[in-house]
C-alpha cells in the first residue's frame, strides 16, 4: 500500500521563475492539502483540495495556486518565484474529513 | 486569530527519562489534538489523537493529556531513547474536514 508520493525530492530555480510540484496521494484517500516548511519552523498551511476544488486556503498570495485531478493527484504551482519561498513543501493526504494526515517526505525547493 | 505555542524550541534530555512536550493554542475550540513526530528532511507522521473529552491516552511509551480549561496538551515519552530524536508537532482541531494547523514543534535530544 503505498504511502504519499511527491516529486520532485529536489528542486533548484531562479527568482521570477514558475515552478509544478506533484503529489500522489495514499492510496483510498482523497483529501490533498499542501503546506510549506521553512527551516526550523512548523508546516505552514497554503491549501487543501477536495473532490477538485479548493475547499480551504491559508494566509498565502495568489502566486501559489493548485490543482487536484479525478485520480485525486495533485499540483501545487508558484509563479514569479521569490528567496523566501525557499522551502521544504509537504503533501499531505486524507480520506475525506478524516483526522489523521498521511504526509510525503516533501519537496525541497531552493531559490537562486 | 488562532495561535498554537509549544515550549523551548530545543529539549535535551538523558536517556532513560521521561521527556515532557507542552502545548498551548488560544483562540481555539478544538474537539481534538493530534501530535506528530517529524525527523530531518521527512514529512511529519502522525502519532496520537486526544479528544475533548479524553483526558488522557497512551500509547506504548507515549502519554498525552489535553485539558481544554488550560487549554493545553502535555506530551510525556517516557523511558526514552536516543531514537526518540526528533521534532515533535502539535495540531489542536475545531473539527473535521477544518485544515491542520501545525504549531511550531519542540525539538527533542536524547543523549545515551
Known amino acids: 500500500d503505498a504511502g504519499v508520493t511527491q516529486s520532485p525530492t529536489h528542486l533548484i530555480k531562479t527568482r521570477g521563475q514558475q515552478v509544478t510540484l506533484r503529489c500522489s496521494p495514499k492510496?483510498?484517500?482523497?483529501?490533498v492539502s499542501w503546506y510549506q516548511q521553512a527551516l526550523g519552523q512548523g508546516p505552514q498551511f497554503i491549501f487543501q483540495y477536495y473532490e477538485e476544488e479548493e475547499r480551504q486556503r491559508g494566509n498565502f498570495p495568489d502566486r501559489f495556486s493548485g490543482h487536484q485531478f479525478p485520480n485525486y493527484s495533485s499540483e501545487l504551482n508558484v509563479n514569479a518565484l521569490l528567496l523566501g519561498d525557499s522551502a521544504l513543501y509537504l503533501c499531505a493526504s486524507s480520506l475525506g474529513t478524516g483526522i489523521g494526515y498521511t504526509f510525503g517526505s516533501g519537496t525541497r525547493l531552493t531559490v537562486v | 486569530s488562532q495561535k498554537i505555542e509549544q515550549n523551548s524550541e530545543a529539549l535535551n534530555i538523558q536517556e532513560g527519562k521521561t521527556a515532557t512536550l507542552t502545548c498551548n493554542y488560544t483562540?481555539?475550540?478544538?474537539?481534538?489534538l493530534q501530535w506528530y513526530r517529524q525527523d530531518p528532511g521527512r514529512g511529519p507522521v502522525f502519532l496520537l489523537l486526544i479528544r475533548e473529552n479524553e483526558k488522557e491516552k497512551r500509547k506504548e511509551r507515549l502519554k498525552v493529556t489535553f485539558d481544554t480549561t488550560l487549554k493545553q496538551s502535555l506530551f510525556h515519552i517516557t523511558a526514552s531513547q536516543p531514537a526518540d530524536s526528533a521534532t515533535y508537532l502539535c495540531a489542536p482541531r475545531n473539527q473535521a474536514g477544518t485544515a491542520l494547523i501545525f504549531g511550531k514543534g519542540t525539538t527533542l535530544s536524547v543523549s545515551s
Open positions: 492510496s483510498g484517500h482523497d483529501t
Open positions: 483562540n481555539y475550540s478544538p474537539a481534538y
